[in-house]
C-alpha cells in the first residue's frame, strides 16, 4: 500500500511583494485565487499520478487545478479535510517588510501558537490526523492514493502517517512545488 503525498503546483502569483502586516490578507487572497503555473508540471509526476488507484486533493482551487492538470480520471469531490492550514496574521498597519519575511515569521508564530484569522495549530493537527484516517482507508480499497494537497498540511499529515506505523520521508517543510512524498506501510524510517 502506498499513500503519495504531492504539493501543489506553484500558483502565478502578483500580489505586492511588499506590505504592512494587515495588507497579508491581500496578499493570501491575490495567493489562493492564482492560477497555477501548469507548465512546470514533471512528467515524472504525471506518471506517477496515472499508477495511482486513486487520487484527491483539498478543496482550494490551486489543488483543485493542479489535480486536473494530471489528467487522471477523477470521480472524488475536492475535500475541505485536506485543506490548508492557513497563515495568521495581525491587523498593525505598519511597517512595511517583504511578503516573504512575514510569511516566514507568521507560520513560525503559527507553530508556536498564533492563529489570528486562521485556525490554530492544534485543530490543524487534529484535521490532520482525520485526514491520515481517510488516506489510509482509501489505501486500504484502493492500493494506492495520491492526496494533491499543501505544503503545511502535507507536514502535518505525514507526521500523522508515521505515528501510524507508515515510513516515508520524515521532513517536508520547504519541498517545492509538485513535490512528490511517498509513504509505505512497514517499519519507520530510521
Known sequence: MRIILVRHGRPDHSAA?????????????????????????????????????????SSVARCVQSRALLGTDCCRQPDPLFAEAHLPYPDWPFPRLPASLWRLLFRSAWFCGFARHTEPIRESNRRAGA??????????????????GHGIMNVLIARQLRRRGWAGPRHLLMKGYWHASVYRKGPPDR
Do not use: F, T
Open 17 to 57: 511583494r511588499w506590505c504592512s502586516p494587515a495588507q497579508m490578507k491581500d496578499w493570501i487572497a491575490c495567493y489562493n485565487e492564482a492560477d497555477v503555473a501548469g507548465h512546470e508540471l514533471p512528467d515524472r509526476l504525471v506518471a506517477l499520478a496515472a499508477e495511482a488507484g486513486v487520487v484527491v486533493c
Open 131 to 148: 485526514a491520515a484516517d481517510r488516506l489510509v482507508q482509501l489505501a486500504e480499497a484502493h492500493g494506492s492514493v495520491l492526496l494533491m
